[in-house]
């Protein structure tokens, strides 16, 4: 395949310490493969500036597409903003139009602080993201695009950035189950594999009451050719029910 | 904090594509933050045996403890153990202990398959995980523990593995729930981080029903600091409420 690809950044250390389970990344799997967006890596890391530049510098060096969750609120921990900044080798301040989102947000009556203002801090030459729940944008830059960690807003944004980017041929799959572990069709799985290597060929077992079972899912490009892999499986299932 | 640190790597198309909701990184988070171990890292890749191999090596070097998890099955999608053998630089070949845990696993009667066989092969110098559950060991070489995808097999695994790993001071923590925005307290929160760097004060947002509020999070490993940063909180709750 030579679609693009992407891989996704996660900022905090509430992941990584246990506190809460990480729940953007398989919404963002699932839009990408959608999109035939080649998702190639997921990198958890924590609240700390240098940890992040040099994962930013790596992924967007490597792929076609970054994402970014968590790390751009108005709090002491919330250092996304200068470390994207950092990693492009660009200054930051308050902008007008971010200042104007978030006054926009609290209402034209109230003044904005200096937490709201820290919002409003945007790297030169990045874009925004529009954040329709909370008034403080996403930012995106180069090939970078920087979401909030907040799941309702991560998916909000997330719909504003897509339908610019570059996308491919979207990924089709099928999947079969088998009621046998996998262990058992290993030999032809692995024949059909080598047959066909346009395509993805899963196995994942699982285990349901006392079933140990397997399933098998074909994952490609071309719907003619995931339902032949299909059909060379249910031919497979027969001969090993 | 000079506590022991440690990475996961999660090996799997199946998280990438979407298909499967990633399982084993909170677990293991909790579980190393009450050893005292700190996890800096969560890393998941595609069944890509390059990609497998330098993200070893990457992890290995950098971590105390590096944890695997995904792809170590019968099929041909199972491509960790030859990635680790090649990550240290030896060979790989079927082992007779391994090989007598597989076929007390399938029963004395059985023969043992090219699949079974296939699951016992460990690479040169390293020790075996045991696996209470289907019998296929684990891998334990270096710093390095390679274990399973499938969350039960994965939980019994780290159960055998983590009681002789080096540990430390274990990482307590309180949270404090405040009924306002983070905007709000972030200028006390600030101050107080700064005034207690030996602490982590982690500030994340939620949002119930019409509430927007805050749960801060004190992290470390001094009960008595711990303490001291709540009763500071609770005053900042008091006069921020």
Redesign the interface.
């Known amino acids: 395949m030579t679609n693009p690809t992407a891989a996704m950044l996660?900022i905090g250390?509430?992941?990584?310490?246990?506190?809460?389970?990480?729940a953007n990344?398989?919404h963002?799997?699932?839009?990408?493969?959608k999109l035939g967006i080649d998702?190639?890596?997921?990198?958890?890391?924590?609240?700390d500036h240098d940890?992040i530049v040099d994962a930013l510098n790596a992924l967007r060096a490597a792929h076609t597409h970054v994402f970014t969750s968590g790390g751009i609120?108005?709090?002491?921990?919330?250092i996304t903003a200068d470390a994207v900044a950092d990693a492009f080798g660009v200054g930051i301040d308050v902008r007008d139009d971010a200042r104007a989102l978030l006054q926009a947000a609290v209402g034209h009556t109230r003044t904005l602080?200096?937490?709201?203002l820290?919002?409003a801090r945007i790297p030169h030459g990045a874009e925004l993201i529009d954040n329709p729940l909370s008034g403080a944008p996403g930012i995106s830059i180069g090939n970078v695009h920087v979401m909030a960690g907040?799941p309702?807003i991560f998916v909000a944004m997330l719909d504003a950035v897509l339908p610019s980017l570059e996308s491919g041929r979207p990924?089709l799959?099928r999947e079969l189950r088998f009621e046998v572990g996998?262990?058992?069709i290993?030999?032809p799985?692995?024949d059909l594999?080598?047959e066909m290597p346009d395509l993805?060929?899963?196995?994942?077992?699982f285990?349901s009451g006392s079933v140990y079972g397997t399933n098998i899912?074909v994952?490609g490009t071309d719907a003619d050719r995931i339902d032949q892999a299909i059909e060379r499986l249910e031919a497979i299932r027969r001969s090993h029910g």
């Open positions: 996660v250390d509430e992941i990584l310490s246990g506190r809460t389970r990480e990344a398989y963002l799997a699932g839009r990408l493969g998702l190639r890596e997921i990198r958890v890391v924590p609240d940890v609120g108005p709090t002491h921990d919330d602080t200096p937490e709201h820290r919002m907040v309702a990924v799959s996998e262990g058992r290993a030999a799985l692995r594999a080598a993805s060929i899963g196995s994942y077992p285990h899912v994952r």
